[in-house]
């Protein structure tokens, strides 16, 4: 197989054909396991009833407006970053049973596995996303700005979510197997709560608040917020990544995708050895 990759362009190609191969593979796995599919579309319900209607009456938007305008972006960053829990479960899983060491005596490219289990969960990211606009739209969110500005929120949600998957393949290749993947959930909870997705970064002590300010899940939502629309959009003395929310979103996936793609690799060939 690889006296017949000749060029750059076409070792590409045999990677690219080859992860859409395995986004197939995951696809299909998803189909036999209706259950996480129900989970994954229940709980964007779970959380906008939660924090939208128990404690959204005690919690005040900085310049007025809805709560739950307020959350939704909020919800969308947090459902946004548990996505590199699937992907490292994922991992974790294949690595443990086996099913990696089966890939590798294959005629396939390095990359494809991994670009495999992201695209699978970029793809699945759709209809989940969809799920929580409707979810929005019943409890009376709304974007407010007009088609372009929405559909360039809704891009930076899949970027970010994409750039997130690779960071879940490398921690997915770290981890011994999928019981170990599973321990470290907890841990993702305090990055998004450490942010402007649920409450103002007003009152927090400074030093917290340059943590929270700083954080990619507030930089998503408030570039989701200034793009719908939406209450809490940042305005006034603000820091850098929250006065240029969109732009941060950008440099916060790329710097992901630079650091955590050729880790990936990295991992994946060691894992074999």
Same mark, same amino acid.
């Given at each position: 197989m690889t006296t017949l990759i000749s060029s750059p362009f076409d070792r590409l190609r045999w990677t690219f054909l080859d992860g859409l191969t395995l986004i197939g593979r995951e696809l299909g796995r998803l189909r036999q396991e209706p259950g996480q599919i129900i989970a994954a579309l229940v709980f964007p319900v779970i959380m906008v009833v939660l924090f939208g209607y128990v404690f959204g009456s005690a919690i005040q938007v900085p310049g007025g407006g809805d709560y739950r305008e307020y959350l939704m972006p909020g919800l969308f960053a947090m459902v946004t970053f548990t996505a590199m829990q699937g992907v490292m479960g994922r991992m974790a899983a294949d690595a443990s049973l086996g099913v990696m060491d089966r890939f590798r005596s294959m005629p396939m490219a390095r990359l494809a596995v991994p670009f495999g289990q992201t695209g699978a969960d970029s793809l699945i990211g759709v209809p989940l996303l969809a799920a929580m606009v409707a979810t929005g739209l019943l409890v009376g969110w709304q974007p407010h700005l007009g088609l372009i500005p929405? @559909? !360039? @929120? $809704?891009? =930076?949600? *899949? *970027?970010?979510?994409? %750039?997130?998957? /690779? #960071?879940?393949?490398?921690?997915?290749? =770290? &981890?011994?197997?999928?019981? %170990? %993947?599973?321990?470290? #959930?907890?841990? $993702?909870?305090?990055?998004?709560?450490?942010? +402007?997705? $649920?409450?103002?970064?007003?009152?927090?002590?400074?030093w917290l608040r340059f943590v929270a300010d700083w954080n990619p899940v507030s930089a998503l939502t408030a570039a989701t917020r !200034?793009? $719908?629309? +939406?209450?809490?959009?940042?305005?006034?003395? #603000?820091? /850098?990544?929250?006065?240029?929310? &969109? @732009?941060?979103? *950008? *440099? /916060?996936?790329? %710097?992901?995708? #630079?650091?955590? &793609?050729? =880790?990936?690799?990295? @991992?994946?060939?060691?894992?074999?050895?």
């Open positions: 929405t @559909a !360039e @929120a $809704f891009g =930076l949600i *899949l *970027l970010m979510r994409y %750039a997130l998957g /690779w #960071v879940g393949v490398y921690l997915g290749l =770290l &981890v011994k197997d999928e019981q %170990a %993947a599973t321990q470290l #959930v907890p841990l $993702f909870l305090p990055i998004t709560m450490l942010s +402007n997705a $649920f409450v103002p970064t007003d009152g927090m002590p400074a !200034e793009l $719908f629309g +939406n209450p809490g959009a940042p305005s006034g003395d #603000v820091s /850098w990544p929250l006065a240029h929310p &969109v @732009a941060t979103v *950008l *440099l /916060w996936s790329a %710097a992901l995708l #630079v650091l955590f &793609v050729p =880790l990936s690799l990295r @991992a994946y060939t060691r894992r074999g050895r």
